[in-house]
T-cell receptor, first 115, second 114 residues
Protein backbone atom coordinates (compact mmCIF):
# COMPACT_ATOMS: atom_id res chain seq x y z
CA UNK A 1 0.00 0.00 0.00
CA UNK A 2 0.88 3.67 -0.22
CA UNK A 3 3.57 4.71 2.23
CA UNK A 4 4.42 8.19 3.40
CA UNK A 5 7.64 8.85 5.26
CA UNK A 6 8.19 11.89 7.45
CA UNK A 7 11.50 13.10 8.87
CA UNK A 8 12.55 13.88 11.52
CA UNK A 9 10.20 12.18 13.92
CA UNK A 10 11.02 14.64 16.66
CA UNK A 11 13.11 17.74 17.07
CA UNK A 12 13.98 20.02 19.95
CA UNK A 13 15.52 23.38 19.24
CA UNK A 14 16.02 26.84 20.64
CA UNK A 15 13.64 29.70 20.07
CA UNK A 16 14.50 31.68 16.96
CA UNK A 17 15.85 28.82 14.88
CA UNK A 18 14.25 27.49 11.70
CA UNK A 19 13.25 23.86 11.40
CA UNK A 20 12.70 21.88 8.22
CA UNK A 21 10.44 18.83 8.09
CA UNK A 22 10.43 16.48 5.11
CA UNK A 23 7.56 14.44 3.74
CA UNK A 24 8.20 11.76 1.14
CA UNK A 25 5.91 9.46 -0.76
CA UNK A 26 7.89 6.23 -0.98
CA UNK A 27 6.15 4.12 -3.59
CA UNK A 28 4.01 6.53 -5.54
CA UNK A 29 4.10 9.99 -7.05
CA UNK A 30 2.06 12.53 -5.14
CA UNK A 31 1.04 15.64 -7.01
CA UNK A 32 -0.65 16.87 -3.86
CA UNK A 33 0.56 16.71 -0.28
CA UNK A 34 -1.04 18.19 2.80
CA UNK A 35 0.40 19.59 6.02
CA UNK A 36 -1.50 19.37 9.30
CA UNK A 37 -0.91 20.57 12.82
CA UNK A 38 -2.21 18.76 15.87
CA UNK A 39 -2.20 20.03 19.44
CA UNK A 40 -2.49 17.59 22.36
CA UNK A 41 -5.89 15.94 22.64
CA UNK A 42 -7.15 17.80 19.59
CA UNK A 43 -7.97 16.91 16.02
CA UNK A 44 -5.86 17.50 12.95
CA UNK A 45 -6.08 20.98 11.50
CA UNK A 46 -5.10 21.50 7.88
CA UNK A 47 -2.42 24.13 7.47
CA UNK A 48 -1.79 24.06 3.75
CA UNK A 49 -2.10 22.10 0.54
CA UNK A 50 1.13 21.56 -1.33
CA UNK A 51 1.02 21.11 -5.09
CA UNK A 52 4.06 19.97 -7.02
CA UNK A 53 5.55 22.75 -9.08
CA UNK A 54 3.30 25.51 -7.78
CA UNK A 55 2.76 27.63 -4.71
CA UNK A 56 1.12 26.07 -1.69
CA UNK A 57 -2.43 27.00 -0.74
CA UNK A 58 -2.65 28.06 2.88
CA UNK A 59 -5.69 27.79 5.12
CA UNK A 60 -7.12 30.89 6.68
CA UNK A 61 -5.09 32.07 9.63
CA UNK A 62 -1.90 30.22 8.69
CA UNK A 63 1.05 32.55 8.07
CA UNK A 64 2.67 31.61 4.78
CA UNK A 65 5.86 33.49 5.67
CA UNK A 66 6.09 31.58 8.93
CA UNK A 67 5.43 28.14 7.49
CA UNK A 68 7.29 27.82 4.20
CA UNK A 69 6.25 24.93 2.00
CA UNK A 70 8.18 23.63 -0.96
CA UNK A 71 7.01 20.78 -3.20
CA UNK A 72 9.86 20.56 -5.66
CA UNK A 73 9.32 16.99 -6.79
CA UNK A 74 6.53 14.46 -7.06
CA UNK A 75 7.84 12.58 -4.02
CA UNK A 76 9.00 15.31 -1.65
CA UNK A 77 7.40 18.22 0.14
CA UNK A 78 9.08 20.21 2.89
CA UNK A 79 7.69 22.40 5.64
CA UNK A 80 10.03 24.95 7.19
CA UNK A 81 8.98 26.61 10.42
CA UNK A 82 10.90 29.88 10.34
CA UNK A 83 12.10 31.65 13.48
CA UNK A 84 10.30 29.11 15.62
CA UNK A 85 8.93 30.11 19.02
CA UNK A 86 7.51 28.04 21.89
CA UNK A 87 3.95 28.56 20.62
CA UNK A 88 4.96 26.74 17.42
CA UNK A 89 5.55 23.58 19.44
CA UNK A 90 3.15 20.98 18.13
CA UNK A 91 2.78 17.69 16.27
CA UNK A 92 3.11 18.28 12.52
CA UNK A 93 1.79 15.62 10.18
CA UNK A 94 1.94 15.39 6.42
CA UNK A 95 -0.18 13.33 4.08
CA UNK A 96 -0.07 12.48 0.43
CA UNK A 97 -2.68 11.43 -2.03
CA UNK A 98 -2.32 8.94 -4.82
CA UNK A 99 -3.82 10.50 -7.96
CA UNK A 100 -7.24 9.07 -8.60
CA UNK A 101 -9.77 8.21 -5.95
CA UNK A 102 -7.40 7.00 -3.26
CA UNK A 103 -7.71 8.63 0.17
CA UNK A 104 -4.88 10.45 1.88
CA UNK A 105 -2.16 8.42 3.57
CA UNK A 106 -0.37 9.99 6.50
CA UNK A 107 3.21 10.14 7.69
CA UNK A 108 4.10 9.31 11.27
CA UNK A 109 4.33 12.96 12.27
CA UNK A 110 7.04 15.20 13.65
CA UNK A 111 7.01 16.28 17.28
CA UNK A 112 8.43 19.81 17.38
CA UNK A 113 9.45 21.29 20.73
CA UNK A 114 10.77 24.84 20.88
CA UNK A 115 12.56 25.81 24.06
CA UNK B 1 -11.69 25.53 10.04
CA UNK B 2 -14.83 23.48 9.71
CA UNK B 3 -15.10 20.32 11.77
CA UNK B 4 -17.44 17.42 11.85
CA UNK B 5 -19.53 16.52 14.90
CA UNK B 6 -18.10 13.26 16.15
CA UNK B 7 -19.48 11.37 19.13
CA UNK B 8 -18.88 10.13 21.66
CA UNK B 9 -15.76 12.04 22.67
CA UNK B 10 -14.50 9.08 24.68
CA UNK B 11 -15.48 5.54 25.54
CA UNK B 12 -14.34 3.18 28.28
CA UNK B 13 -15.36 -0.40 27.56
CA UNK B 14 -14.56 -3.93 28.58
CA UNK B 15 -12.74 -6.28 26.27
CA UNK B 16 -15.21 -8.17 24.12
CA UNK B 17 -17.81 -5.41 23.97
CA UNK B 18 -18.98 -3.82 20.76
CA UNK B 19 -18.34 -0.13 20.04
CA UNK B 20 -20.21 2.37 17.93
CA UNK B 21 -19.25 5.93 17.04
CA UNK B 22 -20.61 8.37 14.50
CA UNK B 23 -20.04 11.60 12.67
CA UNK B 24 -22.49 14.15 11.36
CA UNK B 25 -22.05 17.17 9.17
CA UNK B 26 -24.13 20.10 8.06
CA UNK B 27 -22.74 19.74 4.55
CA UNK B 28 -22.47 16.91 2.06
CA UNK B 29 -19.35 14.88 1.44
CA UNK B 30 -18.55 12.57 -1.46
CA UNK B 31 -16.21 10.38 0.56
CA UNK B 32 -16.16 9.40 4.22
CA UNK B 33 -13.01 8.05 5.82
CA UNK B 34 -12.25 6.53 9.19
CA UNK B 35 -8.74 6.71 10.66
CA UNK B 36 -7.15 5.43 13.86
CA UNK B 37 -4.34 7.30 15.58
CA UNK B 38 -2.10 5.94 18.30
CA UNK B 39 0.07 8.15 20.53
CA UNK B 40 2.98 9.76 18.71
CA UNK B 41 1.96 8.42 15.33
CA UNK B 42 0.10 9.60 12.30
CA UNK B 43 -3.45 8.47 11.49
CA UNK B 44 -3.85 5.11 9.79
CA UNK B 45 -6.67 4.57 7.34
CA UNK B 46 -9.21 1.97 8.49
CA UNK B 47 -12.09 2.23 6.05
CA UNK B 48 -12.94 4.40 3.04
CA UNK B 49 -16.54 4.90 1.89
CA UNK B 50 -17.28 6.31 -1.56
CA UNK B 51 -21.00 5.87 -2.12
CA UNK B 52 -24.09 6.99 -0.20
CA UNK B 53 -25.59 4.01 1.60
CA UNK B 54 -22.40 1.97 1.27
CA UNK B 55 -21.67 -0.47 4.07
CA UNK B 56 -18.07 -1.68 4.23
CA UNK B 57 -16.28 -4.06 6.58
CA UNK B 58 -12.62 -4.48 7.45
CA UNK B 59 -12.25 -7.39 9.83
CA UNK B 60 -14.10 -6.52 13.04
CA UNK B 61 -14.75 -2.98 11.78
CA UNK B 62 -17.85 -1.96 9.88
CA UNK B 63 -18.63 1.51 8.60
CA UNK B 64 -21.51 3.03 6.67
CA UNK B 65 -21.87 6.10 4.48
CA UNK B 66 -25.19 7.74 5.33
CA UNK B 67 -27.88 8.05 2.69
CA UNK B 68 -28.01 11.82 3.11
CA UNK B 69 -24.21 11.96 2.60
CA UNK B 70 -24.02 14.00 5.80
CA UNK B 71 -23.16 11.26 8.25
CA UNK B 72 -21.25 8.05 8.84
CA UNK B 73 -20.82 5.52 11.62
CA UNK B 74 -18.11 3.08 12.61
CA UNK B 75 -18.73 -0.10 14.58
CA UNK B 76 -16.07 -2.26 16.20
CA UNK B 77 -17.18 -5.71 17.26
CA UNK B 78 -15.66 -7.85 20.02
CA UNK B 79 -13.15 -5.19 21.07
CA UNK B 80 -9.62 -6.18 22.10
CA UNK B 81 -6.97 -4.19 24.03
CA UNK B 82 -5.10 -3.22 20.85
CA UNK B 83 -8.18 -1.33 19.65
CA UNK B 84 -7.16 1.43 22.06
CA UNK B 85 -6.54 4.73 20.31
CA UNK B 86 -8.23 7.79 18.89
CA UNK B 87 -10.62 7.24 16.03
CA UNK B 88 -11.23 10.08 13.60
CA UNK B 89 -13.84 10.44 10.93
CA UNK B 90 -13.04 12.60 7.94
CA UNK B 91 -15.12 13.91 5.09
CA UNK B 92 -13.78 14.65 1.63
CA UNK B 93 -15.43 16.71 -1.05
CA UNK B 94 -14.27 15.57 -4.47
CA UNK B 95 -15.24 18.63 -6.42
CA UNK B 96 -13.28 21.10 -8.46
CA UNK B 97 -11.45 23.57 -6.28
CA UNK B 98 -11.68 21.47 -3.10
CA UNK B 99 -8.33 19.87 -3.89
CA UNK B 100 -9.59 16.79 -2.04
CA UNK B 101 -9.10 18.41 1.36
CA UNK B 102 -10.22 16.47 4.41
CA UNK B 103 -12.42 17.81 7.17
CA UNK B 104 -11.83 15.94 10.42
CA UNK B 105 -14.03 15.14 13.37
CA UNK B 106 -12.69 15.83 16.86
CA UNK B 107 -12.02 12.20 17.49
CA UNK B 108 -13.27 9.43 19.79
CA UNK B 109 -10.82 8.22 22.43
CA UNK B 110 -11.34 4.50 22.97
CA UNK B 111 -10.07 2.73 26.06
CA UNK B 112 -10.48 -1.02 26.34
CA UNK B 113 -10.13 -2.67 29.75
CA UNK B 114 -8.76 -6.22 29.55
Amino acid sequence: GAVVSQHPSWVICKSGTSVKIECRSLDFQATTMFWYRQFPKQSLMLMATSNEGSKATYEQGVEKDKFLINHASLTLSTLTVTSAHPEDSSFYICSARVPGREPQHFGDGTRLSIL
Amino acid sequence: GQQLNQSPQSMFIQEGEDVSMNCTSSSIFNTWLWYKQEPGEGPVLLIALYKAGELTSNGRLTAQFGITRKDSFLNISASIPSDVGIYFCAGQLDSGGSNYKLTFGKGTLLTVNP
